[in-house]
T-cell receptor, first 113, second 115 residues
Framework: EAQVTQNPRYLITVTGKKLTVTCSQNMNHEYMSWYRQDPGLGLRQIYYSMNVEVTDKGDVPEGYKVSRKEKRNFPLILESPSPNQTSLYFC????????????FGSGTQLSVL | TQLLEQSPQFLSIQEGENLTVYCNSSSVFSSLQWYRQEPGEGPVLLVTVVTGGEVKKLKRLTFQFGDARKDSSLHITAAQPGDTGLYLCAGGGFRSNFGNEKLTFGTGTRLTIIP
């Protein structure tokens, strides 16, 4: 089954404790992206990757890091989480962005205390 | 920065009624996508429209892209409880010199259909 898998689904952590949210897709998609979803603000792009070793900033990249060492994986790293990063995070992938179908994971609800 | 405003933000109607939600911008988009998101899940693509004035139908859902490619509407006929969800529009930007094309998401319309 074609899917984007995120882990964990829920995460509660404390300020400053480094964390990684994993994302994996099994569709051989070149494009992968991370979004955060906050009430009233919609989906905002954090980082995206056009292919292996190619990453770029989205609209809200501050406080986040990503890597794309393999085509299927695109982890999101918070080196020193802060409460304003409490949000619902989605990973997505597609074979070509803008016209091709964007597949989303089920989301990771992160709470930073 | 391209912005997409969706209206209404919240809509609650009785089963069987018709409704229209809107997605508006001052910017031109190369394409417009509509997604539906259910609680606890990620958004799922419903349709993509790419031509100004284009109309696409998906069962009881009718999607239209504005002639100037700045706006779009989603009309639901005889709404069902299964239509309940968050509806998101997303506009595709024009390709940059490097070939990447950015999707801008709207703020969403939360639709509740009351049985």
């Amino acid at each position: 089954e074609a899917q984007v898998t995120q882990n964990p689904r829920y995460l509660i952590t404390v300020t400053g404790k480094k964390l990684t949210v994993t994302c994996s897709q099994n569709m051989n998609h070149e494009y992968m992206s991370w979004y955060r979803q906050d009430p009233g603000l919609g989906l905002r792009q954090i980082y995206y990757s056009m292919n292996v070793e190619v990453t770029d900033k989205g609209d809200v990249p501050e406080g986040y890091k990503v890597s794309r060492k393999e085509k299927r994986n695109f982890p999101l790293i918070l080196e020193s989480p802060s409460p304003n990063q409490t949000s619902l995070y989605f990973c997505a992938s597609s074979s070509w962005q803008g016209g091709e179908k964007l597949f989303f994971g089920s989301g990771t609800q992160l709470s930073v205390l | 920065t391209q912005l997409l405003e969706q209206s209404p933000q919240f809509l609650s109607i009785q089963e069987g009624e018709n409704l229209t939600v809107y997605c508006n911008s001052s910017s031109v988009f190369s394409s417009l996508q509509w997604y539906r998101q259910e609680p606890g899940e990620g958004p799922v693509l419903l349709v993509t429209v790419v031509t100004g004035g284009e109309v696409k139908k998906l069962k009881r859902l009718t999607f239209q892209f504005g002639d100037a490619r700045k706006d779009s509407s989603l009309h639901i006929t005889a709404a069902q409880p299964g239509d309940t969800g968050l509806y998101l529009c997303a506009g595709g930007g024009f390709r940059s010199n490097f070939g990447n094309e950015k999707l801008t998401f709207g703020t969403g319309t939360r639709l509740t259909i009351i049985p």
